[in-house]
Structures are given as C-alpha cells and as structure tokens.
C-alpha cells in the first residue's frame, strides 16, 4: 500500500529537487549548464550529454506532474499568483530593477515554486479538502 501521508517535510523535499533542477538548467552565476554548453569547445561531449539527459528527464517529471496537477489554468493562475508578488516587490521597492541577475534568481525561484506545488498539488488538495484524485484510488485486486 502506498503511503498517503503528506508533511510539510515532503514539499520542502520536493521544492529543493525543483530548485537544483531550475538553478542547474540555468542561473544568473553562471555556474549551469547551459553556461557549460555554450562555453564548451567540445559539444558532444558525453558528460554534457549525459547530463542534459539527466536533466530532460527531471523536467518531463516535473512539467508532466504540474501538468496533469495544476493543468493550463491552475498553472496559468499560479503564474499570475507570482507575477503579481514580483510585481508588488517591485512596486513597493523590496526588489530593484537595476540589477537584474537578482530579478533572474525571483523568477527561477518562482518558477521552482511553481514545479514544487504542481508536483504537491494532488496532495495539498487532498490535505485541504478531504477528496482524492482518481489515479490516487487503489483497487483490491
């Protein structure tokens, strides 16, 4: 039997997987691995294919669980949701607009949220409302 119980613990889990697979794919530093394929010399390299595989296969988990959680609106909403915090960090001067490396690391911290919660989101519901999805029903046979 699948364990059904959801804490905190498993979000922060799975907002810290999401944060390496953002910030890993790319970030403002430098340090990722679109900077290591542009600056190669050696595209074919088997350790930047390798991990470009590696990382393919984390956003197919991750997109396809958002997807099928959140769907197009629900994800659209969250955007919006973000959007909306950045906007007012902005607008109320707790963010500036002069360095915009640190606008790259809201934005990429938003959109790991985003995977975090479409990841959670079945769970979260579930905690919140008491119902279940249908993929989360097990059979007796």
């Known amino acids: 039997m699948a364990v059904t119980a959801f804490h905190w613990t498993n979000f922060i889990i799975r907002l810290l997987v999401a944060i390496v697979l953002v910030?890993?794919?790319?970030?403002?530093?430098?340090?990722?691995?679109?900077?290591?394929?542009?600056?190669?010399?050696?595209?074919?390299?088997?350790?930047?294919i390798l991990s470009a595989v590696i990382l393919i296969i984390g956003w197919a988990i991750y997109l396809?669980?958002?997807a099928r959680s959140l769907g197009v609106f629900g994800s659209?909403?969250?955007?919006?949701?973000?959007?909306?915090?950045i906007w007012a960090?902005?607008?109320y001067g707790w963010l500036s607009l002069d360095n915009p490396s640190i606008l790259g690391?809201?934005?990429l911290t938003m959109l790991s949220l985003l995977l975090a919660v479409g990841i959670s989101w079945s769970h979260i519901r579930r905690r919140i409302t008491g119902q279940i999805d249908v993929d989360d029903v097990e059979s007796d046979a």
């Open 76 to 85: 659209l909403l969250v955007v919006a949701l973000f959007g909306s915090i």
């Open 89 to 91: 960090m902005i607008f």
């Open 23 to 48: 910030f890993s794919t790319y970030n403002p530093s430098g340090y990722s691995w679109v900077h290591w394929f542009m600056e190669s010399t050696n595209k074919l390299d088997p350790l930047i």
């Open 105 to 107: 690391y809201v934005a």
């Open 64 to 66: 396809r669980a958002t």
